[in-house]
């Protein structure tokens, strides 16, 4: 009944845990989600205006299939303030949300025959925005003890006629790396060398703690291939407003504009107003949450060391965590053995209360992904109850 495409692409990691916390919540448990992947603030006051008074004044219509133009304008103004990077608004498109941004380009650029390589622990969506276009994904080590930087040697490897492109995703879901500048350049020098297109999702660039972000185009004289993806979701807590938008390639930006001319017609319009002021407006909010991302940080990864048995690396950004959990796979719990990540995730939830995302979804057997977009109670109660079930298996 189905067209291929359909069968080429997986349904979303974590239903089945969220489908299992709401079972628990209607047994009145208290359940601890740990698997969020957003914001865990209200959109900032000053952007619920800005829409407030786009509806008010009627901007409620079709708007420019790529977003209206002062929108694109506000963003190449956000560019250049935060990310050095200099592009015209003829560069830019704005799309239902950094997802759909990803979508579109991946349509755009790949298809059957084309290979293009992803960084293993990876966000779960990269394979399927590959697959979907006929596309093969090709995995690629990186180093845990490195912020998840590439594995060159394997990287290389992994390079054929057929390579078209490549994702890089610093800071990164799902385990919070960030990469060196010199890894990047060395990535960009492998990429250019092969002639390949660099897509960089930078969708929680306003979220390091140790460095300021460094956008990976401005590392190159030569960005001509590389498209940057960037977000409203998660720096302004804005994930259900749905707005992303790409910068880049003058005819790619065309292409994306004809398909989503073709398919969402445009942005929601209330939306694009709102991110005209979250991306031009004030920005303490955005500081003010990357304080306090950063003490949790702290907390996350303190407590996760703390259990026996557990070790964390500090990761550079976004707000998850991605703990080596390899010593109890194999281990047994009352008679049961925990064969994999996901099996001490389900069990984390079933005994504790306390939603995970096993790292098998992002292609980690190891690990298991925190997310710290909750309070810091949570985090603490958590964590005592994590210490005290896995503390039990042996
Ligand atoms: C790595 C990464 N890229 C892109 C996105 C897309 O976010 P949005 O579509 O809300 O902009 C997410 C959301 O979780 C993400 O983690």
């Known amino acids: 009944m189905f067209a291929d495409r359909i069968n080429r692409i997986n349904p979303s990691a974590t239903l089945a845990m969220t489908a299992k916390a709401a079972e628990l919540r209607a047994k009145n448990i208290d359940v601890i989600n740990l698997s969020v992947g957003e914001p865990d603030f209200n959109t900032p006051e000053n952007i619920l205006n800005a829409a407030k008074k786009a509806m008010d004044l009627g901007f409620t219509k079709y708007t420019p299939g790529a977003g209206i133009l002062d929108l694109r304008k506000a963003i190449t103004e956000k560019l250049s303030r935060d990310n050095n990077l200099f592009y015209d608004p003829s560069e830019v498109i704005v799309s239902c949300g950094g997802k759909h941004s990803l979508y579109n380009a991946c349509q755009v650029l790949f298809q059957s025959g084309d290979e293009v390589i992803i960084f293993s622990p990876y966000w779960v969506s ?3 925005f590959v697959s979907v276009t006929g596309a093969k994904p090709i995995f690629a080590e990186t180093n845990p003890d490195k912020q998840y930087e590439p594995n060159f040697k394997d990287l290389e490897s992994k390079i054929n006629k057929n390579t078209k492109g490549i994702i890089i995703n610093s800071p990164s879901n799902p385990t919070g790396g960030v990469w060196s500048n010199d890894a ?7 990429a250019k ?6 897509f960089s999702d930078e969708c929680y660039e306003q979220l390091t703690y140790d460095e300021k972000f460094t956008s990976i185009a401005t590392l190159t004289k030569e960005s001509d291939k590389i498209l940057t993806f960037q977000s409203c979701s998660k720096t302004y ?3 259900g407003w749905r707005i992303g938008y790409t910068v880049g390639n003058k005819d790619v930006i065309k292409a994306m504009s004809k398909l989503q001319g073709q398919s969402t017609s445009c942005p929601n319009s209330i939306a694009q107003y709102a991110a005209k002021e979250a991306l031009i407006g004030d920005q303490k909010f955005v500081s003010k949450m990357r304080a306090i991302f950063k003490s949790r940080r702290s907390l996350i990864v303190n ?3 703390a259990i026996d048995n557990v070790t964390c690396d500090s990761p550079g950004g976004a707000f998850y965590v991605f703990p080596n959990v390899e010593y109890f796979i194999g281990k047994e719990n009352n ?3 925990i064969k ?7 069990l984390l939830l079933n005994e504790e209360a306390i939603v995970t995302v ?3 979804s992002f292609g980690a057997r190891n690990n298991i992904r925190l997310s710290y977009a909750a309070s810091e109670q949570n985090i603490k109660k958590s964590l005592e109850k994590m210490e005290k079930i896995l503390s039990q298996i042996n």
Do not use: C, E, H, R
């Open 340 to 346: 994999s990540a996901a099996d001490l995730s389900m």
């Open 303 to 305: 407590g996760l060391n």
């Open 126 to 128: 990269f394979p399927d």
């Open 193 to 198: 060398k092969y002639d390949l297109w660099v």
């Open 358 to 360: 096993a790292g098998d």
């Open 184 to 190: 990047v350049i060395q990535t960009l020098d492998i």
């Open 237 to 239: 807590s804005m994930t």
């Open 335 to 337: 008679s049961k053995v």
